[in-house]
């Protein structure tokens, strides 16, 4: 199409049209008329939701962005909610269950004034199972006498009710509060955080040609005691300019005093070795090219992923490697290497300098998806649409269904299934492959864990 003047049509990406982004999800569920708009309103302070004054009006789930306190959350408003309901009911309902799935914290507004009724018992039973903190809203509770009625509700097992008159305001702040406290911590990334250098450890065994790929660098190196600002660096570290970008060389001591060697012990040079990975947020692992891959270079690999740190396999004295055997040796690289298929790979050499200008955007790339955080909300859309294509088979007569997804961590990433049972390990490793698949992730390994529904 270059050139021909043709204008790409695509589907928009769903993400896009979800303005959660990185932040908490708060959902407002309960039935209809109950004020949740009307909430949402107060919460987001505009008058910007549309509040229908008809029972059971259809809402679309539709995502605000709220702030207090100096924090944000995105608010869902949803429609309401009624079990086994019927056609458009059972719509709403169907998007009320979405909500919650993706929601950090969940709002449930009963309506003070009619007290609990049994759809209301009926949600809460729904609630209880989807694990989310939830803030039970006692809502048109306008005067004291109504605020005292809402203590009844604690009846509904879900806590301290908060009286809060939506119209008026009266309550809003300490609501707030509530939904705050309930939160999730903030995320662990920040964007623009002042930080120092990233830290990588190059590892590998003796000979492989560490101390000469640290020499092409060595040019750069600062002294250890450089300051950066907020940071201290390790006086075995050293400050080395890789790329143009100063990187924090983890235990480059070890590296040039060959203490590994000194020592004279495989047993202390693989301490140093774990020690220095501990260190790092990244390692490079180097590999020599030119002999077969070693079950001590497995092992060191091994700490790599265990640590649960960032990975590029640099293939050093590609010099050596006769222009006939690398694609053969390619292959057999890859059937060496198939347990992390997901590491970045270099063919470099140390000696000629051959693609050693690849190493620092190598070490970005891997970086960058060892903090990668996926929304909620997309990622259970993903989710959704994965499991239903491909359900989990069929064990006796059952099978475990996933019910949500959350991502627990960065550095690297951790997601934790929510599932009514435990998954075999074959459709775990196909979810990975899919999430792989999907959200990238190249360079950094991923942990899930599945967590089955009591
Ligand atoms: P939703 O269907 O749950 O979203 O409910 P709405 O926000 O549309 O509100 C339903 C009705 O309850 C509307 O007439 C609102 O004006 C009214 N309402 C909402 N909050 C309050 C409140 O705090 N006090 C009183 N008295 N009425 C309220
Ligand atoms: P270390 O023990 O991992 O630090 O390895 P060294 O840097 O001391 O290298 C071990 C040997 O491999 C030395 O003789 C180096 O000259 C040689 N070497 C390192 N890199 C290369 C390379 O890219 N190509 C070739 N042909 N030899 C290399």
Not at 42 to 47: A, D, E, L, N
């Amino acid at each position: 199409s270059e050139g021909a003047g043709w204008v790409e049509l695509r589907e928009p990406d769903v993400i896009l049209e979800e303005p959660t982004g990185p932040q908490p999800v708060v959902a407002v569920v309960g039935r209809p008329n109950v004020g949740k708009s009307t909430l949402v309103n107060r919460i987001i302070g505009r008058r910007q939701a549309v509040v229908e004054d008809v029972p059971g009006v259809t809402r679309d789930r539709v995502p605000y962005d709220a702030q207090w306190n100096g924090r944000s959350f995105t608010v869902v408003d949803t429609g309401g909610w009624e079990p086994d309901a019927k056609d458009r009911a059972a719509a709403i309902a169907a998007q009320a269950e979405t909500a919650v799935v993706t929601a950090d914290v969940v709002l449930f507004v009963v309506d003070s004034m009619v007290g609990s009724t049994d759809v209301d018992e009926a949600a809460v039973k729904m609630l209880r199972r989807s694990a989310k903190p939830v803030i039970l809203v006692a809502n048109k509770a306008d005067n004291t006498a109504i605020e005292m009625e809402a203590t009844s509700l604690w009846s509904l097992g879900l806590g301290e009710p908060f009286p809060v008159s939506a119209l008026h305001g009266r309550g809003s702040g300490d609501l707030l509060d509530a939904i705050l406290a309930a939160l999730p911590e903030a995320p662990a990334i920040v964007e623009n955080r002042p930080r120092g250098p990233r830290r990588v450890a190059l590892v590998g065994r003796p000979n492989v040609g560490k101390s000469s790929l640290l020499n092409r660098f060595s040019g750069e190196e600062r002294a250890v005691v450089d300051s950066v600002a907020g940071t201290t660096v390790d006086p075995v570290d050293s400050l080395v300019d890789i790329g143009g970008q100063t990187w924090q060389l983890v235990d480059t001591a070890g590296l040039r005093k060959r203490v590994g060697k000194a020592s004279g012990t495989e047993y202390y040079a693989s301490l140093r070795t774990a020690g220095a990975i501990e260190a790092a947020e990244v390692a490079v692992v180097l590999l020599d090219a030119s002999e077969p891959i070693s079950e001590q270079d497995q092992r060191i690999l091994t700490m790599v992923t265990e640590a649960g740190r960032a990975l590029v396999i640099a293939f050093n004295k590609w010099d050596l490697v006769d222009a006939d055997r690398r694609y053969y040796l390619d292959k057999e690289i890859d059937r060496e290497l198939r347990r992390i298929p997901w590491a970045i790979r270099l063919n470099l050499s140390a000696m000629t300098g051959r693609a050693v200008d690849k190493l620092a955007p190598a070490l970005n790339k891997a970086l960058a998806s060892w903090e990668t955080r996926v929304p909620t909300a997309h990622l259970n859309q993903w989710l959704t649409a994965l499991v239903q294509a491909t359900p989990h088979p069929v064990r006796g007569g059952r099978a475990p269904r996933i019910l949500f997804a959350t991502q627990a961590g960065v550095a690297p990433p951790r997601f934790v299934l929510f599932t009514t049972g435990p998954l075999d390990a074959g459709y775990q490793r196909f979810v990975e492959r899919k999430l792989r698949e999907e959200f990238g992730y190249e360079g950094s390994p991923i942990e899930i864990s599945v967590r089955p529904r009591k």
